[in-house]
């Protein structure tokens, strides 16, 4: 029997938004192969440059709609979205500076990163967001 993928949990039932978070997280499955294939050290700076700027992207799409349509809990969301980036770029930093940066490591907080914020922050406007019709 299939198990049931995390998509089935985090589906926000919003596929604009839904779209970008399964990218983001094929983009952890692509590191995750890279580490399986003792690869890691190699693929992470590039991962990691495409993932800051797929969030950023990812990002800018749902603070226009909270600005478009007003959502009340925005600036406490946006700070997330800010410290994200900061500690992304913070591994950015290491990883080019040629420091180690464990790329098990990494996926761990990028998982879990995800995972709590699709489930508690953007969890908090899906409702809102379809009420007004967004798609
Ligand atoms: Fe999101
Ligand atoms: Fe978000």
Redesign the pocket.
């Known amino acids: 029997m299939k198990s049931k993928s995390w998509l089935d949990w985090l589906d926000l039932k919003i596929p604009s938004i839904d779209k970008e978070h399964r990218n983001l997280f094929n983009l952890m499955g692509q590191l995750s192969e890279e580490i399986n294939l003792n690869e890691g050290k190699k693929a992470l700076g590039p991962i990691l440059k495409t993932m800051r700027e797929y969030s950023q992207y990812?990002?800018a799409h749902?603070?226009k709609l909270f600005n478009t349509h007003k959502y009340p809990d925005q600036q406490s969301?946006i700070s997330?979205?800010q410290n994200y980036i900061a500690k992304v770029k913070e591994f950015e930093l290491q990883y080019d500076s040629g420091e180690f940066v464990d790329p098990t490591l990494v996926l761990l907080f990028l998982k879990n990163w995800w995972t709590n914020?699709?489930r508690k922050?953007?969890t908090s406007?899906s409702s809102f967001m379809i009420d007004r019709g967004v798609k």
Request: net charge negative; charged share 35%.
């Open positions: 990812h990002f749902e603070e969301h997330a979205h914020h699709i922050e953007d406007y």
